[in-house]
């Protein structure tokens, strides 16, 4: 059973960082994505950064393209996303997402079967 447990999340002022990371436990698949996605109050989930544990192929959304890092260290089955220049509108809850092999799309969450429960970010 695919367990995802995320943390890091806060409160920060607009212009500062935030580390989120994402501890999976459950299977030993070597072939598997995993993204960070995020949905604020009255909108929809959407995908934010997503990686290719495989080949370590990554997408980005444009909106944080150049502010936000993903990456996966293998071993400790632990997803990251480095957040730098926040923003008041980065603000949401932020989702961990797994599901095994290739995805064609890494930012659509209905690829994704495994989620973990969210973890808050504010920018202020």
């Known amino acids: 059973h695919v367990q995802l447990v995320e943390s890091g999340g806060g409160s920060v002022q607009a212009g500062g960082s935030l580390r989120l990371s994402c501890a999976a436990s459950?299977?030993?698949?070597?072939?598997?994505?995993m993204a960070w996605f995020r949905q604020a109050p009255g909108k929809e989930r959407e995908g934010v950064a997503g990686?290719?544990?495989?080949?370590?192929?990554?997408d980005y959304a444009d909106s944080v393209k150049g502010r936000f890092t993903i990456s996966l260290d293998n071993a400790k089955r632990t997803l990251y996303l480095q957040m730098n220049s926040l923003r008041p509108e980065d603000t949401a809850m932020y989702y961990c997402a797994a599901d095994l092999g290739l995805l064609f799309r890494l930012l659509d969450p209905t690829e994704y079967s495994y989620w973990g429960q969210g973890t808050q970010v504010t920018v202020s």
């Open positions: 459950g299977y030993t698949y070597s072939s598997y994505c």
């Open positions: 990686i290719y544990a495989g080949g370590g192929s990554t």
